[in-house]
């Protein structure tokens, strides 16, 4: 494989560009031209003392000392480089000898990886990642497979540092409400799915702007799906609570129900409680890979959320291929691609260590996990584009308004380096041009067999038809209040139990 | 195991986590009616009918106050460095104020543009990157460089300008009655638009026309000088207005002198002084100042003069007393943009700006270009407030009751405007929106748009 591109970039040091270049010159304003002749009782008096008050300060001739210093660094930094480089060569003929089967290979290479770390800073660049791919290793090698238990709570605390140190999750959450807010336009009655509730941090910013939105805001339900939580507790209804009393002061009306559900495959439509007449969007940031374990029940997942016909489908997916059968190439790609998001997570300054540790379990799952317990199964974009499309759903485009939001909205919030793109309809934010998140937008294909579509509509019927799977219908309930098996989806009989 | 737990909207409510962005101070009660004098979309003759279907929230009748509250919490945002909060409340103001909506949202929109440069200036939000400076147009890329003929057209549009102009042509006037030279020092940024009138009027004297003398500041070169710019050297512009005197018998000399604010205008002040030591009483000294006094440096500027502990602006109007003009007319937008917290000077702002906004419906079609020139010069100003510090924030207004405390500090006595001058700005008020009206306060004359402050004009003699 290639190893001409380098992706670790090094911190620019200040001392070694300082006063290599000469762009600290004050700009001089040159003072105007004294006018030639005044016949014409017109004069221009020119004032040279304003103008010339400062004279430019010309650069001192750069002395000698700062030159060794500046040597000494660069060399430094090659030394480093080297060291990087050697680093990476081992951790990949490690990677391969996992592959291979050989575990004393595997062990002297980890060996050898483990002391050039020791050779490096592990503060920045290619040492901070390198360290979590080596224990990564290091765990896959030498410690049996145990479910690690965090305390409870670890799961939402590190996303929410996550959330804070990086753009990514911010990224998602306005690209999605963007696309939602506008699907969302002249419904009177709307339905949020959300398959990862997590601590509702997408949901303010899309309350405040239906509650402000032309013509007044509508009915909102927001379905939060989650694991289940210990004994004792109920987050999902905290967080339910929270959104509840945000709606109220913005002065929508709302309603929020929670479903627990380790994986998204156990959660049924009739549980989403999908009313006839509301518009609904179903919104995935980061969950769809984790259905793509054999036996694979992401089709039966992207079958129920097409069955749901949805005004939108928001996906956000991390943009990789951490999915590949073969061990070496799958760590290769992820070393490549934590790089660059840790490259990032550097230049953001803030130096976040939860969020640190928040991708660190990411790299343990994809290096660690095989078969049923890897969940971090990432795919590019263009594979989920297939499956999406397999499932009867139709692509609909972000639009440029949401382009150009992404770009203000990322470029205040982080440094250089972090560009969003557009291609065929969808977003991509990357690291210095390597994509690293993508935001789509699905619809279900109208419905077929001249059915009506009920969400047309505000008052119509649920109509039935011989498509469906027998199950009865509700036909003359236009609010979702009844707790019955309501079908307010059609032709999904197949997904009843 | 399935659990399933339900919150309805009548829940009691549970304390915030505190998180950022999480709704702390983020949302807005939007139901209490707020004082707004205005309803959206321009100057209807009836009140806006309520709201009889469910689906419109009463948080819509008050959109203006939401709008001021978003915009002054996003404000915080960016001061406390909150970037999260900054964006999620950022996306939100994008969505509810397009820049092509009615008169509020467009008001907000271009706070919201004013409220990005300033974050992307500062604090947690980093350098302006590329993408950020094309996805929000800074007003400042569509500020239109004008001919002397459209910029002499666009000045009329509205009273802003025009209003100032009769009252201190027509204060002028009475000022320099009996005069044989006549000497107008120019101090406004609308580069001359006021003067042919003046010539006119100085040439229909009863006594014979004046010699007259005008020297003009020409600001032009300083870092923030304010719309609109003009597109012509000055000397061009002076030969026009020499040309123009000439061919109403009037002889008239004209000098520009480049200067700046930022030092309370000295090269033109010691220009004067140097003019004022061959005087022989035949010559009455005027000072026209419209709009441009604002930019002088105040107390919260921060800068003051080496020589003495006093704001710039203070030493200026000393400087003018000094050189004994006959009279001094002051015309300047009635606001207070001086507060040092970003917060105050976006209030003080959004409860001015808005006038613009609503009036611009009367007089220019959506879509227009020179909606488009008239809008981004407002864009400009509330930039320029909000975005800018130090020397480059030079939209620094006070309002009446303060400049006329520094005119009486500084020495003058106001003079009052007569009722033929009234008469003359109520008869130009009448060719413009029925929102415009007049009135007077004390001695000054007083815009307003919709019994709104707008602009006040004010004269002042040594005392």
């Not at chain 2, 399933?4 to 549970?14: G, K, N, R, S, Y």
């Amino acid at each position: 494989m290639a190893m001409g591109t380098f992706p670790f970039q090094w911190p620019m040091d200040p001392v070694a560009s300082a006063g290599l270049d000469g762009s600290f010159l004050p700009s001089l304003v040159p003072p105007p031209a004294l006018a030639a002749g005044s016949d014409d009782s017109v004069s221009y008096y020119g004032a040279p003392q304003m103008h010339a008050a400062s004279l430019p300060e010309l650069a001192a001739p750069f002395p000698s000392r700062d030159a060794a210093a500046a040597a000494e660094l660069a060399m430094r930094r090659a030394e480093e480089e080297v060291a990087g480089i050697r680093l990476v060569h081992l951790l990949m003929s490690c990677a391969g000898a996992i592959e291979a089967g050989d575990h004393a290979l595997a062990s002297a290479q980890l060996a050898d990886a483990n002391a050039s770390l020791a050779a490096l800073s592990t503060a920045s660049g290619i040492g901070r990642v390198a360290v979590h791919f080596t224990d990564a290793l290091s765990r896959r090698l030498f410690l049996s497979p145990t479910t690690t238990s965090a305390p409870p709570g670890t799961d939402a605390f590190l996303y929410h540092h996550f959330y804070e140190a990086c753009p990514y999750l911010k990224f998602a959450h306005f690209t999605a409400n963007q696309a939602i807010l506008e699907a969302f336009h002249g419904c009177d009655a709307v339905h949020v799915v959300d398959f990862s509730l997590m601590q509702g941090l997408q949901w303010p910013a899309l309350i405040q702007a239906l509650a402000l939105r032309p013509g007044g805001p509508p009915f909102l339900r927001i379905t939060g799906i989650g694991p289940p939580s210990p004994p004792g507790r109920d987050d999902l209804r905290d967080v339910g609570l929270h959104l509840a009393d945000l709606a109220r002061s913005a002065r929508v009306r709302f309603s929020f129900r929670g479903v627990a559900a380790y994986t998204l495959d156990e959660v049924q439509p009739w549980m989403l409680q999908v009313a006839p007449g509301e518009a609904v969007a179903v919104n995935s940031v980061l969950q769809l890979h984790r259905l793509l374990a054999d036996p694979a029940p992401i089709d039966a997942v992207l079958d129920c959320v097409a069955s749901l016909q949805p005004k939108i489908f928001t996906v956000v997916e991390q943009e990789a291929d951490h999915n590949k059968p073969g061990f070496l190439d799958r760590f290769t790609e992820a070393l490549f691609y934590y790089s660059a998001v840790f490259d990032s997570l550097d230049a953001s300054g803030t130096g976040s260590p939860m969020a640190e540790a928040y991708l660190q379990r990411e790299i343990c799952d994809i290096v660690c996990n095989d078969g049923a317990a890897r969940a971090e199964r990432h795919e590019p974009l263009s594979r989920w584009r297939d499956r999406l499309g397999r499932a009867g759903l139709s692509a609909v485009p972000l639009g440029p308004s949401a382009l150009r939001q992404a770009r203000m909205l990322v470029g205040l919030s982080s440094g250089e380096g972090h560009s969003v793109e557009e291609a065929d309809g969808c977003l991509t934010l990357g690291w210095h041009g390597r994509p690293l998140f993508s935001a789509s937008a699905w619809q279900a294909f109208p419905a077929v067999d001249g059915e009506d579509n009920p969400h047309n509509s505000n008052t119509s019927n649920v109509s039935s038809s011989g498509g469906d799977g027998g199950d009865s219908n509700n036909s003359s309930s236009s609010n979702g209040k009844t707790q019955t098996q309501s079908s307010g989806v059609v032709g999904a009989g197949n997904m009843f139990l | 195991m399935m659990q399933f737990t339900h919150a309805a909207v009548t829940a009691p409510p549970l304390h915030p986590n505190g998180a950022h962005g999480l709704g702390l101070g983020l949302f807005l009660d939007v139901g209490a009616p707020r004082a707004r004098p205005w309803p959206a979309g321009g100057f209807a003759s009836t009140p806006p009918p309520l709201p009889t279907s469910s689906k419109i929230s009463l948080g819509n009748l008050n959109s203006a106050g939401c709008m001021e509250q978003l915009l002054v919490h996003c404000a915080n945002a960016i001061e406390a460095n909150d970037a999260t909060l900054t964006q999620q409340i950022l996306w939100v103001l994008n969505n509810i104020a397009p820049a092509d909506g009615d008169s509020n949202q467009r008001l907000t929109a271009a706070f919201l543009c004013a409220l990005v440069t300033r974050a992307s200036r500062t604090g947690a939000c980093k350098a302006v990157t590329a993408a950020v400076a094309a996805a929000v147009e800074s007003a400042a890329l569509h500020v239109h460089r004008f001919t002397a003929v459209d910029l002499a057209s666009f000045v009329d549009l509205t009273p802003w300008h025009r209003f100032g102009y009769m009252a201190a042509n027509a204060a002028i006037l009475d000022a320099v009655e009996g005069f044989p030279v006549v000497h107008v020092v120019d101090l406004s940024t609308t580069h001359c638009m006021q003067i042919p009138t003046l010539i006119d009027m100085l040439a229909s004297r009863a006594e014979g026309p004046p010699i007259l003398r005008l020297t003009v500041a020409d600001v032009a070169s300083c870092s923030s000088a304010p719309p609109p710019v003009l597109d012509m050297s000055y000397e061009e512009l002076g030969a026009k207005l020499v040309n123009f005197a000439r061919s109403r018998n009037v002889s008239m000399d004209f000098r520009v002198v480049p200067t700046s604010p930022a030092d309370a205008f000295s090269s033109l002040v010691d220009q004067l002084r140097v003019q004022q030591l061959v005087l022989d009483g035949t010559e009455a000294l005027v000072f026209n100042c419209h709009m441009l006094m604002h930019t002088v440096p105040d107390e919260t500027a921060g800068s003051v003069s080496l020589a003495q502990s006093v704001s710039l602006r203070t030493m200026l109007l000393k400087s003018l007393r000094a050189l004994e003009p006959a009279l001094v007319v002051v015309a300047e937008e009635d606001a207070d943009f001086t507060a040092g917290d970003v917060v105050g000077r976006l209030r003080a702002a959004f409860n001015f700006m808005w006038i613009p906004y609503d009036a611009v419906d009367t007089f220019l079609p959506k879509g227009s270009e020179q909606r488009r020139w008239y809008e981004a010069e407002v864009g400009w100003k509330v930039e320029n407030v909000l975005a800018q510090e130090g020397v480059d924030r030079v939209e620094r207004q006070e309002d009446r009751t303060r400049w006329g405390q520094r005119m009486r500090g500084a020495g003058f006595r106001p003079v009052a405007f007569g009722e033929e001058a009234a008469g003359e700005v109520r008869t130009m008020l009448n060719e413009h929106a029925a929102g415009w009206g007049m009135k007077r306060e004390d001695d000054d004359l007083m815009l307003t748009w919709k019994g709104h402050n707008v602009v006040f004009a004010s004269a002042w003699a040594p005392s």
